[in-house]
């Protein structure tokens, strides 16, 4: 039996996060949900809040300014008690319960040491080889971040992704990439209003990314989670369209 604590690191997210929420709470095998507002300027905490009275395994931590994701998921870890962590990006449209259970089952069954999801709207390229090697969302034990939270702390905003997958490589972990065919994360420019903001925010995040490990030794780290990828466990049917923007 595993024991799961939901980390949701969350920036200015006050149209979608709810929806998300409503998904994770109540999920029979999550024990613990950690929202963690980055100092946002929205309502984004507010609505986390909102929640909490009827679901008081929710915690809201609220940054007191923004820090970047890495940050925000430190400090969720740290708050966190469960034996894994289940990572969630707080904009995610159409995710459903059966979409968590898939990401969750290969490492509660021991079929897989970690798990990474594949969204519907992924870049063409990771669809086709099968691998989003920086999606936000994962499943892993808790002792492999709990023990590098000095390392996450002085990480670039952005290098979260890329330093865990360096952590699986040296460790040999095995990786289970689950298809989410029914969930979007909506692309920068559009949550930002205009073209120019999206494209910089992008900017802004590779420059994380080839802070963290340069430029060379992403296509590594792709071919080597690749090797180490499991068979590919049961995936969730895609869910009926609703409304994208909830608001």
Not at 27 to 46: L, W
Not at 85 to 111: C, F, H, N, Q, T
Not at 166 to 173: E, G, P, Q, V
Not at 183 to 199: A, C, E
Request: hydrophobic content about 45%; glycine content about 6%.
């Amino acid at each position: 039996m595993i024991q799961i604590s939901c980390i949701i690191p969350a920036y200015n997210e006050a149209p979608r996060i709810g929806a998300v929420l409503k998904t994770v709470l109540g999920h029979p095998q999550i024990a613990q949900v950690i929202v963690v507002d980055d100092g946002s300027s929205d309502d984004t905490a507010r609505i986390a809040q909102d929640h909490q009275g009827a679901h008081p395994h929710l915690q809201v931590i609220r940054q007191p300014q923004n820090g970047g994701k890495t940050a925000a998921v430190a400090a969720g870890i740290a708050a966190s008690s469960g034996s894994h962590l289940l990572l969630l990006d707080s904009d995610l449209l159409g995710l459903s319960p059966a979409d968590l259970g898939a990401l969750i089952a290969p490492v509660a069954r021991g079929e897989a040491d970690v798990s990474i999801s594949l969204r519907r709207n992924a870049p063409r390229i990771w669809r086709l080889i099968g691998l989003d090697y920086i999606s936000g969302e994962r499943v892993l034990e808790r002792a492999a971040l709990a023990s590098q939270l000095d390392q996450l702390n002085a990480l670039p905003r952005f290098g979260l992704e890329v330093f865990m997958n360096r952590l699986w490589i040296a460790r040999s972990t095995r990786i289970a990439v689950v298809a989410w065919p029914g969930v979007d994360s909506p692309m920068k420019h559009t949550k930002l209003g205009n073209w120019r903001q999206g494209l910089t925010a992008d900017a802004k995040m590779m420059r994380d990314i080839f802070r963290t490990i340069p430029p060379q030794h992403a296509l590594r780290q792709i071919l080597a989670m690749r090797r180490l990828r499991v068979a590919d466990p049961p995936q969730p049917e895609p869910q009926p369209q609703t409304e994208r923007n909830p608001r």
